[in-house]
């Protein structure tokens, strides 16, 4: 088993920026990929970022590239995501995922994560 726990999220004036961070506990964690989503209410979760084990390449959502930063620790202990010039339209639930059960050349899909950690509330205010 796997726990992943989000912090940091909270409220923000449009431009300005927030840290989250997700921390991992549980069975050696060694992921194929770690990432970020995104749900807005009344919408489907989206993917935001992710960095893959192979080759430790990130990859971001075009509608956050050049505004997020995704980061790790050495080990996979934790990850972060730095939003920087946030826009109203970030305003989400904000979910750290882990993908440790099997390879998989995706991963901007939800479904290719087999751990969720509870979210953290994003509201950026206009």
């Known amino acids: 088993q796997v726990q992943l726990v989000e912090s940091g999220g909270g409220l923000v004036q449009a431009g300005g920026s927030l840290r989250l961070s997700c921390a991992a506990s549980?069975?050696?964690?060694?992921?194929?990929?770690m990432g970020w989503f995104r749900q807005a209410p009344g919408k489907e979760r989206e993917f935001v970022a992710a960095?893959?084990?192979?080759?430790?390449?990130?990859y971001y959502a075009d509608s956050v590239k050049g505004r997020f930063t995704m980061s790790r620790d050495n080990g996979w202990n934790k990850v972060y995501l730095q939003m920087n010039s946030l826009k109203p339209e970030d305003t989400a639930v904000y979910y750290c995922?882990?993908?440790?059960?099997?390879?998989?050349?995706?991963?901007?899909?939800?479904?290719?994560?087999?751990?969720w950690g509870q979210g953290t509330q994003v509201t950026v205010s206009s």
């Open positions: 960095i893959r084990r192979a080759g430790y390449n990130t």
């Open positions: 995922a882990a993908d440790v059960e099997y390879y998989s050349l995706t991963y901007d899909s939800p479904r290719v994560y087999d751990y």
């Open positions: 549980g069975r050696t964690l060694s992921p194929y990929a």
